[in-house]
């Protein structure tokens, strides 16, 4: 299996940016494709992007042109980038990785990592 660890996140003004961490350990081979979900109050998990292992991604349209993901394969990690960001960016946000089937559908997913609080004030 294998395994995954968020950092960064919290509490940023609307037009801050914010950049979150996930490193993946263990079975690394099966993060060639990395996701990103967020899930706020109330609501169902959603799609934000993936990225495949050759740098292609894909993003929700909520997001595109302000998030970006990126991957340093030395260290098996990949980063989202938040720019921009707007208060109805605010919900925990989840790396995912070894999916199996639509890239941008949650339940394709069978690793996550642990979720991160990101908020952003008005």
């Known amino acids: 299996q294998v395994q995954l660890v968020q950092t960064g996140g919290g509490l940023v003004q609307a037009g801050g940016s914010l950049r979150l961490s996930c490193a993946a350990s263990?079975?690394?081979?099966?993060?060639?494709?990395m996701g990103w979900f967020r899930q706020a109050p109330g609501k169902e998990r959603e799609f934000v992007g993936f990225?495949?292992?050759?740098?292609?991604?894909n993003y929700a349209d909520s997001v595109k042109g302000r998030f970006t993901i990126s991957r340093d394969n030395p260290t098996n990690t990949v980063y989202l980038q938040m720019n921009s960001l707007k208060p109805e960016d605010t919900a925990v946000y989840y790396c995912?990785?070894?999916?199996?089937?639509?890239?941008?559908?949650?339940?394709?997913?069978?690793?996550w990592g642990q979720g991160t609080q990101v908020t952003v004030s008005s």
């Open positions: 995912a990785a070894d999916p199996s089937g639509t890239y941008s559908h949650p339940s394709s997913y069978r690793a």
């Open positions: 263990g079975r690394t081979f099966s993060t060639t494709i």
């Open positions: 990225r495949y292992s050759d740098g292609r991604t």
